[in-house]
């Protein structure tokens, strides 16, 4: 029986008046306590996470404890611990504006909460987390541990107080055999509740970790270094009177001044290469449609950032005009330049103040101590230092510690506590040591925590959930999923595409002739969702991770190895569950006839890697000796199963050509992107580091990937129109792409940015027969200059806002990667409701409702960018670590051809093919120096002057010697590390000559063909494209597109195969080869 009870809410409006509500509070008998010791599991629906049986005693911490010790009790050697409803609420509304807590009903009674805080967050995740032994007791519904707020009690008595009744409650329904050791800050709550119940003791949190956890050194370490911090933070205020920075508004100001316009709300992002003086605001929600503002607004200096921190949500005041700054052009190594540099700004842009911080979105940052001769001793008492953050854009923290010595030469995590307008800098404290400066192992650790990334191992709990496949104990298809699945082993050619070495296969391919003489194309994925279950532990860890992060030298997973790397892998010969998506499509036009979605059970004929694709693609039968599949077999079926593997990669890739030729009439772009392979040794060392080349068998397997991402988009869609997970990629603003207009222009070529069609026409068009990198660069310009694509929910967007500018898709989503994107396993849930509910079926799969697929959408794409960060860094981190160790006055490798593609007042930006490197190079040193060049074209340092133009630099001397860089020059660039102790090392670039490199001839070979091969089949492409689009008028094309049919036209394939051998050998011959 519930009983209801008032609960009085008072808010306060804009205007300063309080608001008093009186909300409905419904009380429960029972509600899960989550106890092995329960005596009635039934009644308290104890299907959750439980409690260890192993621990001696139950820890309660007080509301003060969980907001300031949070990161201690995520220790896992911490266990039973028991976080009270009313704790979390009082975290929650201690940090400032975010979601309410709700309490639902469902079949099992649970408590939700959404949370937008990043402390709130960590607080969710250590309660879901099966490695951390605690969980959350609802004590607000419970009828016997609600306790009204008396009258003329403050807010903070009244929690302790029912905090203490709940752990009085809990020890009693325990049947008294559980010890219960309620942990606060509160010295009066000690002394009146310490001895009042026998079973619940009541101390302080240091006492605790001091009595129960002595040798828990890292523990008691990061308790001093939080008590010193608050201690010198109290006592700070106390004594400062000056003020550094103006005080923020209040909280109803900003929320009024949004809304009248005054004030524009975003999110600050600051620039790495000038933090000290400029930062940026990206508009956000109304501020971007409503201040009338196209641009970012430009925040100069430290003062009128007000204490805001990169990534911080904050209300901004426009400036006067007359007081607008202008963006810093100079090339600048790093902040220590900014105030030294002289150099005029570009034009005068919207400038700003920050008045308000919104949401601080503070985290775990890597610092580096100061060395010892640095360091001021202030004798035995703890010392205050500045610590320096390995992020540029971070400022400064101020720590309290007595092991700075002793940690000069390590990486080290602290977190901010407070940031007073009395302080220079944010005070903050120590948490833990990473690894040694320099070592590879610290500085990947780095990197990881730095982008907020948590790649602790699988718990317990969720390899229970695993299935088993060992030698003793095979997995092997079940009688039942037989009998529901389409089984395709016997019937398809099944085989997949993929990188070397590539243990994670989400997808395989077939293609076949069926009994009417039309084609089937099949796209068979990963079943992942038939072994992760909604809401098991497994999912919630996969939710959490959301995707697989790769870095250069090692991949962390979303989904455990027996998964990732096994049963949900499509291997070769082996059995697997699949979902499939199949096209009929017409033998000659490849016009698609009908589709259809389901489960099914493949087994792989072939793995093959992309290189062997493409050689048998080319005709080059010797590869088959790396592929193990054909080994052992005899020579006549050696043959047959030859043609026939040939055979479906040919039409795979005829597919393919036909439907990218559609996209590619539609406005599809081809952009480019640099990709680096870092090749390692048997010893893991770095061998060579090698720009990915691009294959047409890359571009074949991408298309049928594209494809099944499109009409899954659409199934989905059609069924769940308000809650499905799709990909957007929004127009680009058009002033990003000013410097690609100015770049092609010093070529002579017209980029046309109105729409994705023309600016795709004229990149095709944008070729300089003599330079293929000119094209290379225009397009990573383009590149540059895109939005983000991101996962939305269809019932948070207008229908016309769900395109893919970059695809040139109506609707597309992500499908075909479920092993390492949770989006995708997120779809797969989706598209097998959506074939439930065609065929009349009960929905079985748990779908996430509008408002929490956004939250889960915005959670993904901060993972994924995360991904795309920590892959950068890595791959730069490995540059940097293969030519740190070589003599750039000595080594041959750290002297390359290096293309200019920037101009700055005092230098250019430059490219280096091959290595895949884009860096600075200065024009102008430090000493005020410029370059001067030679009658050998030998550069060397003299006094003179740099003057700038739109497309060019020149440099003159004192003497009168001058020379000219223009946008596209070639140039010889020596390659060098700069060491840092405090950030990451850099690639340092120096231009030694103005003459192109001259590539050893072991190098000639290889890269010129690789550029033809790829050039060859862009030219064929490009012929074939328009082909179809003079056969194909504008009216079909337009009715047609909406079913994604393909129009008729000569085959692509056969093309190739017409003129490969004669095109080849002539080009080749043109090259002396």
Not at 144 to 154: A, F, M, T, V
Not at 187 to 200: D, H, K, L, N, R
Not at 221 to 246: A, D, F, M, T, V
Request: proline share 4%; aromatic share 8%; charged share 25%.
């Amino acid at each position: 029986m519930l009983q209801k009870r008032e609960k009085v809410l008072l808010l306060r409006t804009f205007q300063g008046r309080t608001l008093r509500i009186v909300r409905e509070h419904y009380l429960r008998p029972s509600v899960p306590c989550n106890s092995p010791l329960c005596p009635q599991p039934s009644a308290c629906r104890n299907d959750g996470k439980l409690l260890s049986s192993d621990v001696t005693h139950y820890v309660i911490p007080d509301w003060k404890v969980v907001q300031d010790y949070l990161e201690i009790l995520e220790f896992p050697e911490l266990k039973g611990i028991i976080f009270m409803q009313t704790a979390c609420q009082a975290v929650q509304h201690q940090r400032g504006r975010s979601k309410r807590w709700q309490y639902m009903s469902t079949c099992c009674t649970r408590f939700i909460f959404l949370l937008c805080h990043r402390q709130y967050n960590k607080l969710r995740n250590l309660m879901k987390d099966a490695r951390h032994d605690c969980i959350l007791f609802a004590n607000e519904f419970q009828q016997y541990c609600y306790l009204p707020r008396e009258r003329g009690e403050s807010m903070e008595k009244w929690q302790t107080r029912s905090i203490y009744n709940a752990a009085v409650w809990y020890y009693h329904h325990c049947q008294d055999r559980m010890p219960i050791i309620m942990v606060t800050e509160d010295e009066e709550a000690i002394q009146q509740y310490g001895s009042e119940t026998e079973g619940v003791f009541v101390i302080s949190f240091k006492d605790y970790l001091d009595n129960f956890w002595p040798d828990l050194k890292a523990a008691h370490e990061l308790c001093n270094s939080i008590l010193q911090s608050r201690w010198e933070r109290e006592n700070e205020s106390q004594e400062s009177h000056g003020k550094e920075y103006p005080e923020h508004l209040p909280l109803e100001v900003l929320e009024a001044g949004i809304k009248s316009g005054r004030y524009i709300q975003g999110i600050l992002n600051v620039n790495k290469h000038r933090a000290q003086i400029e930062a940026f605001v990206r508009l956000q929600g109304t501020s971007s449609k409503d201040s009338g503002l196209v641009s970012d607004i430009l925040i100069h200096g430290m003062k009128a950032r007000n204490r805001s921190i990169h990534g911080d949500v904050v209300v901004v005041e426009l400036l006067p005009e007359n007081e607008w700054k202008g963006r810093t052009v100079a090339l600048c190594e790093n902040d220590s330049d900014d105030k030294a540099s002289g150099e005029s700004p570009s034009e005068p842009m919207p400038t700003g103040r920050v008045v308000g911080i919104l949401q601080k979105n503070w985290r775990d940052y890597v610092v580096t101590f100061p060395s010892k001769e640095e360091v001021q001793s202030q004798g035995k008492n703890a010392q205050k230092i500045l610590v320096t953050p390995w992020d540029y854009r971070i400022p400064k923290i101020r720590i309290s510690t007595q092991q700075a010595e002793a940690l000069q030469d390590f990486r080290v995590v602290v977190r901010i506590d407070s940031w007073e307008s009395t302080s220079l800098y944010p005070n903050g404290h120590f948490v833990r040591v990473l690894g040694r400066i320099g070592d590879l192992e610290g500085e990947i650790a780095t990197i990881l925590v730095e982008n907020s990334i948590s790649v602790v191992p699988f718990s317990e709990a969720q390899m229970c959930e695993m299935p088993v496949n060992t030698p003793e104990n095979p997995w092997k298809v079940s009688p039942e999923e037989e009998r529901e699945r389409r089984d395709l082993r016997r019937t398809h050619l099944v085989f997949s595409i993929d990188p070397k070495g590539c243990e994670d296969v989400d997808d395989t391919l077939s293609v076949r002739s069926l009994n009417n003489g039309n084609l089937e194309l099949g796209v068979h994925i990963a079943d992942v969702t038939h072994f992760v279950a909604p809401n098991s532990y497994t999912d919630i860890e996969a939710r959490t991770r959301a995707t697989t992060y790769y870095l250069a030298d090692r991949r962390y997973d979303m989904l455990p190895s027996i998964l990732s790397a096994d049963l949900c892998s499509l291997l070769g010969g082996v059995d697997r569950y699949a979902v499939s998506v199949m096209w009929e499509l017409d033998k000659t036009s490849y016009e698609i006839k009908k589709v259809w979605y389901g489960r099914t059970i493949i087994q792989s004929a072939y793995k093959l890697f992309y290189e062997a694709a493409q050689e048998l693609l080319d005709g080059n039968f010797g590869v088959v000796e790396d592929i193990p599949e054909f080994k052992g077999l005899d020579e006549k079926n050696r043959q047959t199963k030859l043609e026939e593997l040939v055979w479906a990669i040919g039409k795979l890739t005829d597919i393919a050509r036909h439907v990218r030729a559609k996209r590619d009439y539609c406005g599809a772009l081809a952009l480019e992107g640099i990709e680096v392979q870092v090749q390692l040794d048997e010893k893991k060392n770095i061998h060579d580091l090698i720009p990915k080349q691009p294959l047409e068998i890359h571009e074949t397997v991408a298309e049928c990937m594209i494809l099944a991402n499109h009409w899954v988009a659409k199934k989905i869609w059609e069924s769940f129109p308000h809650q499905a997970l799709l990909r957007q990629h929004p127009p680009p603003h058009q002033e990003f792409f000013s410097e690609l207009r100015e770049c092609a222009k010093a070529k002579g070529f017209f980029i046309d940015t109105r729409s994705n069609k023309t600016l795709a026409d004229s990149l095709d068009n944008a070729n300089d027969p003599s330079d293929p990198i000119v094209n290379r660069l225009l397009r990573s310009m383009a590149t540059q200059a895109m939005s983000n694509a991101l996962y939305f929910s269809t019932g948070s967007c207008a229908e016309e806002e769900f395109h893919h500018y970059g695809l040139a898709l109506d609707k597309y989503t992500h499908f075909t990667s479920p092993i390492r994107r949770y989006s995708d396993i997120v779809v797969h849930r989706l598209l097998m409701a959506a074939i439930s509910k065609d065929k009349k079926m009960e929905i079985k799969e748990n779908l996430f409702s509008n408002k929490d697929l956004e939250e889960l959408c915005r959670h993904i794409n901060n993972r994924n960018r995360a991904a795309q960060h920590s892959q950068k860094q890595s791959t730069e981190l490995f540059q940097c670590m293969y030519f740190k160790d070589k003599d750039p006055e000595t080594e041959e490798r750290c002297i390359s051809d290096g293309v200019i593609y920037s101009i700055r007042t005092n230098g250019v930006l430059v490219f280096i093919p091959r290595f895949g490197i884009k860096g600075a190079a200065y024009l102008k040193n430090k000493d005020g120096l410029v370059i001067a060049c030679g009658l050998d074209s030998r550069s060397e340092w003299k006094p003179g002057s740099l003057q700038r133009f739109q497309n060019k630099i020149t440099s003159t001397t004192t003497g009168g010697e001058s020379v000219t860089f223009h946008l596209f020059d070639h140039v010889t660039v020596k390659i060098s590390v700069q060491a840092s102790r405090c950030h990451t090392d850099t690639v340092r670039l120096e231009i030694i000559s103005n003459k192109p490199y001259v590539i050893p001839n072991t190098e000639i070979f290889h890269q010129s063909s690789l550029l033809l091969k790829s050039d060859l089949v862009k030219e064929v492409t490009r012929s074939v494209e328009a082909q179809l689009a003079q056969e194909v008028k504008v009216n079909i094309i337009q009715e047609e597109y909406q079913e994604y049919c393909q129009t008729k036209g000569r085959s692509l394939y056969t093309l190739l195969e017409e003129i490969r051998d004669l095109a080849l050998l002539d080009v080749s011959n043109n090259y002396g080869m």
